[in-house]
């Protein structure tokens, strides 16, 4: 049972505009979340966070909002750009627990 | 500084041999995970070791193992392979325990059981 899913394999987006890519969770002690972004032959690398306390958090290009009553994530990326695609990975952690993560999403962004 | 390395990249096993698997952190990460990725699984957690010991463990058979040595380096073993085991292997290092610190992934062993 997936405690942590993203139900779209993989979204494709023109360059320029908005991408949003969704996760849902199932535990309601997860109390911190993260999204990595991966690329072929390369480790996820850390994106940005947010903490149950806050419902928005937002660095650059990118902002994560949390809807904590829908159990809710999701990651919006504006403008799109090319080296955008990846895999984006969405991961949580209840009280300081290792990691949970989501099975990925494959974002394509267009010329 | 250096990043997070991994070796070997690449390795081809058949089933019922065993294979271990080498992670150097970070220069003073103290912190070591393991991770199993496979096609539509996401990442799944195998454990962490911290200052030599582990800390957490997930939801592995018994034929996945691991230890750490004094200088943060590790490695992760697995016996008896099935076809099943065939995954990228990640290893993450943080300074500290996570989740509150940023964990940085190595770019992963990539395990092929015929």
Known sequence: ?111 | KAGVTQTPRYLIKTRGQQVTLSCSPISGHRSVSWYQQTPGQGLQFLFEYFSETQRNKGNFPGRFSGRQFSNSRSEMNVSTLELGDSALYLCASSLEHPPYNEQFFGPGTRLTVL
């Open chain 1, 1 to 111: 049972d997936q405690q942590v899913k993203q139900n779209s394999p993989s979204l494709s987006v023109q360059e320029g505009r908005i991408s949003i890519l969704n996760c849902d969770y199932t535990n309601s002690m997860f109390d911190y979340f993260l999204w990595y972004k991966k690329y072929p032959a390369e480790g996820p690398t850390f994106l940005i966070s947010i903490s149950s306390i806050k419902d928005k958090n937002e660095d650059g290009r990118f902002t994560v909002f949390l809807n904590k009553s829908a159990k809710h994530l999701s990651l919006h990326i504006v403008p799109s750009q090319p080296g955008d695609s990846a895999v984006y990975f969405c991961a949580a952690s209840a009280q300081g627990q290792n990691f949970v993560f989501g099975p990925g999403t494959r974002l394509s962004v267009l010329p």
